[in-house]
């Protein structure tokens, strides 16, 4: 069952357009883990400075495992600097419906 996880990063806000770039930087080498299976970085459109991450992994423990590894600890320091705070969710999907195919 796939699992996704989910960030609430609050980002110094005149460091925004940073933070995005470092993001995609860090995304990439992410995607490269075989049990990554696709990240999403959304910003907030109430709340200034804060943006989430939305990233599926194929199990817990695989994500917990990469969570904890030491490249993952570098891609954390990188975006130390642009975050004021945050919180982390780990979810299970239950159902995922993709867009109904419309009658020819």
């Known amino acids: 069952m796939t699992h996704r996880v989910i960030l609430r990063m609050e980002v110094f806000p005149e460091l925004a357009a940073d933070f995005e770039r470092t993001w995609q930087e860090v995304a990439e080498a992410i ?5 990554n299976l696709g990240q999403t970085l959304v910003r907030d459109t109430e709340d200034e400075g804060v943006y989430w991450v939305l990233t599926d992994w194929s199990d817990e ?17 990188r975006l130390k600097p642009y975050r004021r ?10 159902r995922h419906l993709e867009p109904a195919v419309p009658a020819t």
């Open 31 to 35: 995607s490269a883990e075989p049990a």
């Open 85 to 94: 705070g945050g919180a982390m969710y780990v979810t299970e999907v239950v």
């Open 61 to 77: 423990p695989r994500f917990r495992a990469f969570e904890s590894s030491p490249q993952h600890v570098l891609h954390r320091m």
